[in-house]
């Protein structure tokens, strides 16, 4: 009842810049908290970057100064903008939400995206 779907993903060479978009669709009532994970091949999932209704975004040590998430509740959308990339980024970025299905009663949904390919060259 309610999707994920990713753009924005590509080939950049290090020091360059990507900017993900992640738009939510189906039957919300709200949005609690968005986030990015990434797996880089051969490593576990780690969450990148995360951001709640009312709360500071949270962000791995890695990606600190150089990663901005953010989020456009009109249009159920996070963002997550890419600085200064670093061969170390490439991975595959998904998105996932937190959020309230509008069925009675509401239900709480954790979907995730289908996941979008970031290759940082050196």
């Known amino acids: 009842q309610v999707q994920l779907v990713e753009s924005g993903g590509g080939l950049v060479q290090a020091g360059g810049s990507l900017r993900l978009s992640c738009a939510a669709s189906?039957?919300?009532?709200?949005?609690?908290?968005m986030g990015w994970y990434r797996q880089a091949p051969g490593k576990q999932r780690e969450l990148v970057a995360s951001?709640?209704?009312?709360?500071?975004?949270n962000y791995a040590d890695s990606v600190k100064g150089r990663f901005t998430i953010s989020r456009d509740n009109a249009k159920n959308t996070v963002y997550l903008q890419m600085n200064s990339l670093k061969p170390e980024d490439t991975g595959v970025y998904s998105c996932?939400?937190?959020?309230?299905?509008?069925?009675?009663?509401?239900?709480?949904?954790?979907?995730w995206g289908q996941g979008t390919q970031v290759t940082v060259s050196s």
């Open positions: 189906g039957s919300i009532f709200s949005i609690n908290a």
């Open positions: 951001i709640a209704s009312g709360s500071n975004p």
């Open positions: 996932t939400a937190t959020v309230v299905v509008q069925t009675v009663p509401y239900r709480i949904a954790v979907p």
